[in-house]
Structures are given as C-alpha cells and as structure tokens.
C-alpha cells in the first residue's frame, strides 16, 4: 500500500478543511488508517485512526468534538474532516496506515504518505 494526502491550505481561526489521502494497492481495506501532524519544533503526534472496517475510530484529545475521520474502502480514500479550526492546529498533517493496530504511536504504523500543509492564521 502506497498513500498521498491533499487537501491542505490555509484557513482562518474558526474555518474548517478536509484532508484526503488516497491509497494504491488492492489490500487497503484491511489497513487501519490513521492521521499524524507535526508542527514546526515539535514531534510528529497522533491525531486520530480508524480501524479496516470503519467500526472503531480514535482521536487525540486536541481534536475530539472537532475532527472527524472517514474511510471509503471502495474508492481506497481515508479522509480528515476538521473544523473550528485554531491556530494550534497548524502542522503539517501525515496519512498512515497498518494492519496490526490503532496505536498512538508513531512507530506502529508502516506506511506513510507524504505530507500536507495545514496553517490556520488568527
């Protein structure tokens, strides 16, 4: 499995944006699919994961209320819905996946796509 994450941009304190990540390969749909960000200086962090059949989902405290994650296994799309967006969410937003967990932690996933920039201005 290969991903791609778009979508990023700039928005207003208050906005809302969706990040999509498209996957290559047939076996996505047993992937769980999750979403990181790093923001300038600080550590790349969790943000929230769905597990490979869309039952199970699990968010950052940051962001819950706030975002909501999706899948489309037909189309092999993860998506990132957010809004009331704030400053602190200003990052650069990764798109993840593997097959053996839902972990917070950034060294249980095995693939990753490639970055999208995120700013939210004040």
């Known amino acids: 499995v290969q991903l791609q994450a778009s979508g990023g941009g700039l928005v207003q304190a208050g906005g809302s944006l969706r990040l999509s990540c498209v996957a290559s390969g047939r076996t996505f749909s047993r992937y769980n699919v999750g979403w990181f960000r790093q923001a300038p200086g600080k550590e790349r962090e969790f943000v929230a994961a769905?597990?490979?059949?869309?039952?199970?989902?699990y968010y950052a405290d940051s962001v819950k209320g706030r975002f909501t994650i999706s899948r489309n296994n037909v189309k092999n799309m993860v998506y990132l819905q957010m809004n009331s967006l704030k400053p602190d969410d200003t990052a650069v937003y990764y798109c993840a996946a593997n097959i053996d967990s839902t972990s917070r932690a950034e060294s249980e996933w095995s693939v990753w796509g490639q970055g999208t920039q995120v700013t939210v201005s004040s």
């Open positions: 769905l597990t490979w059949s869309g039952g199970s989902s």
